[in-house]
């Protein structure tokens, strides 16, 4: 299985960046894709999270209504569009995928893949 990130970068707070995984190895229809982020020093936390087959979103309270997942079952993607971005969005940022309950996607413990990560850096 692998997930491949990309998409992040430098950009002034305010700004937007898209972010991208694209999982090969899995039936992509079957799993919960979420995203999650690891700034310096600190655990890695939760940002999003979708249902493997469609409708349903979850979000970390800091990021709501800034960042919307999405997912492309044709093209295998999970999508994080991010917007109004602040210094504090600062971080490496990980697509993971899980099955089971949706809920379980929004802890570590429940991630059964997870992407290498994509720097995203917000300056103040």
């Known amino acids: 299985v692998q997930l491949q990130a990309s998409g992040g970068g430098l950009v002034q707070a305010g700004g937007s960046l898209r972010l991208s995984c694209a999982a090969s190895g899995l039936t992509f229809s079957s799993y919960h894709m979420g995203w999650f982020r690891q700034a310096p020093g600190k655990e890695r936390e939760f940002v999003a999270a979708i249902r493997c087959c469609g409708g349903r979103t979850l979000y970390a309270d800091s990021v709501k209504g800034r960042f919307t997942i999405s997912t492309d079952n044709a093209k295998n993607t999970v999508y994080l569009q991010m917007n109004s971005l602040k210094p504090e969005d600062t971080a490496v940022y990980y697509c993971?995928?899980?099955?089971?309950?949706?809920?379980?996607?929004?802890?570590?413990?429940?991630?059964?893949?997870w992407g290498q990560g994509t720097q995203v850096t917000v300056s103040s």
């Open positions: 993971a995928a899980g099955d089971g309950v949706l809920v379980r996607v929004t802890t570590t413990s429940g991630i059964d893949y």
